[in-house]
């Protein structure tokens, strides 16, 4: 049996479809009946549990999986509760990597791109965490995190932590306002006909020519999955292309999918935001391939059209 945590949420759930042809699951989540979990539709049924008994089980030993994919969190970046952050991300981490520790289970956790803070040092897995400035609260979570487990003397047999870039794909639409540019340019076309982007705010940077690592989710499964079947230093490890490309390209790839001339305006960006907007963004992939996962990154076309085809599938 293997653990998901995060399972009904967009990475997790994908990780499940992945992994459910050839292993029994134990879906943990907050929201765990089923029928009510949109994105676990089709899976094979097994056993459920809710995130707050979770731990609990394991520790009393009703529960002991062969390995614990921990995706699970609270992922807001407005968050300004510490005390909660601190028990969700960094606290309830702690007991479960305890517990693969002491039952020699392997462990893959979500760490997040949000510890490289405004990204003046880069976006390079090989920089010390204690180095980093995240620029948020729930950043610092993860980042606390990466710290501790790297300080530990005992860790599980097999673990690492990942930090997931510009992630889109099947399964984000209960994300809303969250979910990737892909799935909003998606929604935009279909309700409008159009797509509107951010204009810039840096003049090195034309209208919609941000650019982010756009990293189609089963390439991150791909690495989840690599990381924990193969043998590997431990430590905390980059999820993206290490291809950095423009929210242009991302759009006009959408419109390209649908086989419909590329419609795109701009907006000004709200201000808030403007104050806190990183205008590149690109994962450092060299520390990963070194380890040995070569699995070739899907190119942006490609993925934005494997994305759209679910879309028009699921729609």
Same mark, same amino acid.
């Given at each position: 049996?293997? @653990?998901?945590?995060? @399972? ?15 292993? #029994? ?36 030993? =009703?529960?002991?999986? #062969?390995?614990?994919?921990?995706? +699970? ?12 952050? =601190? ?31 405004? +990204? ?51 399964? #984000?639409?209960?994300? +809303? ?24 705010? !840096? ?41 950095? =490309?423009?929210?242009? !390209? ?11 001339? @590329? ?7 709200? @201000? ?39 879309? =028009?599938?699921?729609?």
């Amino acid at each position: 049996m293997i @653990a998901i945590t995060g @399972a009904a949420g967009f990475i997790g759930a994908n990780l499940a479809h992945r992994l459910n042809a050839t292993h #029994e699951l134990l879906l943990v989540d907050l929201t765990t009946p089923p029928c009510h979990v949109p994105n676990w539709a089709g899976l094979k049924s097994g056993p459920t549990c809710h995130r707050d008994e979770f731990v609990t089980h394991l520790e009393s030993n =009703r529960w002991k999986p #062969e390995a614990i994919f921990h995706l +699970g969190a609270c992922s807001s970046t407005t968050e300004k509760n510490w005390d909660y952050l =601190r028990e969700n991300n960094l606290e309830y981490t702690q007991r479960l990597w305890t517990w693969c520790t002491r039952n020699e289970r392997p462990f893959i956790y979500a760490s997040s791109a949000a510890t490289y803070g405004d +990204g003046s040092q880069g976006f390079d897995d090989r920089t010390p965490p204690t180095e980093l400035i995240p620029l948020n609260l729930y950043g610092k979570s993860k980042n606390d995190f990466d710290i501790w487990a790297l300080e530990q003397k005992l860790a599980p047999p097999r673990w690492a932590g990942l930090k997931f870039f510009n992630v889109y794909g099947p399964r #984000e639409s209960h994300k +809303g306002r969250m979910a990737s540019v892909v799935f909003q340019t998606y929604r935009q076309i279909q309700a409008t006909g159009g797509m509107e982007l951010f204009r810039s705010t !840096d003049p090195k940077y034309a209208d919609g020519g941000q650019l982010r690592d756009f990293v189609f989710v089963d390439d991150c499964v791909d690495h989840m999955l690599w990381l924990w079947k193969n043998s590997h230093p431990g430590g905390v490890y980059n999820s993206g292309t290490g291809q950095a =490309r423009s929210f242009h !390209d991302l759009a006009k790839a959408v419109f390209d999918s649908l086989g419909l001339p @590329a419609n795109i305006s701009f907006v000004d960006m709200p @201000a808030d935001l403007a104050k806190q907007y990183q205008n590149f963004t690109q994962a450092e992939t060299t520390k990963l391939r070194g380890v040995g996962c070569t699995v070739p990154p899907t190119s942006l076309e490609d993925g934005v059209r494997k994305t759209v085809d679910w879309l =028009r599938d699921h729609s």
